[in-house]
């Protein structure tokens, strides 16, 4: 081979070499952009929370800033610390993992880590990120880390029917709580957000469509009687003629009546019978 072809052979070995460094290089640092998240483990065996330390070792982006071996030193921990994620296992003395969601006020995402698979579906209705069984694979665990950095899904009508006797854990405000759908007065269109107002004292923003209630409240209850407002049939107190073949609905509860539009007339009359 001649000096050139040599010359070129060289550079050509330069570049690869290069390249691969500039391939590690992307590779880390797409690891290293990687957000940040703060976790609390919740579970009364301290060997379970030691195998699951020793897991989330290998996750960089996770840092685990307390643990807690009950609901009570939870909610202390949850307040002190702020974490973005809680480990929380659900059959423990006393109170449940279950029992403590009610008792916080935070926006963390709650990762459900349990022997018992019985638990998966209430899991998912209470809005966990996910749901990990013991002993803990550390494939699935890998991908459940990863989610925490993936954007929300979009919005789908395809969610599960809700019954009128079900539960939701809902980020209302600035804190997650637990919404009876039972306990749902009306709720209305807040641009992004609904507004939701109930028989128990709650009442506040969260980030759910009207398509999305509209599609998943049980309409034996439940009834859209304008664009911007749905309501509980069970908190009809009356209706009154008003004018242009409109009406107002009166709610038991609620001093202020809501006008139902023309083209919702029709089908609040055939819901009431």
């Known amino acids: 081979m001649c000096a050139a072809g040599w010359r070129m052979l060289s550079l ?29 483990i919740v579970d009364d065996e301290r060997l379970s929370r030691k195998d699951l330390v020793s897991l989330l070792s290998d996750f960089p982006n996770i840092k685990i ?17 702020n974490p973005d994620v809680i480990f929380l296992d659900i059959q423990m003395p006393g109170e449940s993992g279950f029992d403590l969601l009610p008792k916080i006020k935070t926006s963390a995402k709650v990762i459900f880590v349990t022997a018992f698979d019985e638990f998966a579906i209430r899991a998912f209705e209470v809005n966990a990120l996910d749901y990990l069984l013991k002993p803990i694979n550390p494939e699935r665990l890998a991908q459940t880390v990863n989610r925490l950095n993936q954007p929300e899904e979009p919005e789908s009508i395809e969610f599960r029917q809700l019954n009128y006797d079900d539960r939701l854990f809902l980020l209302i405000d600035d804190g997650m709580k637990f919404l009876k759908i039972k ?21 506040g923003l969260t980030l759910k469509s009207m398509k999305e209630w509209d599609n998943r409240l049980p309409n034996q209850f439940f009834c859209r009687i304008h664009r911007s407002t749905i309501i509980n049939l069970e908190y009809v107190d009356r209706l009154e003629e008003w004018f ?30």
């Open 12 to 40: 050509a070995n330069i570049g690869l070499k290069f390249l691969k460094r500039m391939e590690g290089f992307i590779f880390n640092w797409k690891f290293i952009m990687k957000k940040k998240f703060t976790a609390l």
């Open 65 to 81: 800033v307390g643990e807690a071996d009950d609901v009570s030193t939870a909610v202390k921990a949850v307040e002190q610390l």
């Open 183 to 203: 306990s749902i007065i009306y709720i209305q269109s807040a641009g992004d957000y609904t507004e939701i107002f109930t028989s128990d004292g709650i009442s």
């Open 244 to 273: 242009n073949y409109s009406y107002k609905v009166f709610l038991k509860g609620i001093k202020k009546p809501f006008v139902i539009s023309r083209r919702y007339v029709a089908k609040l009359k055939r819901t009431l019978g």
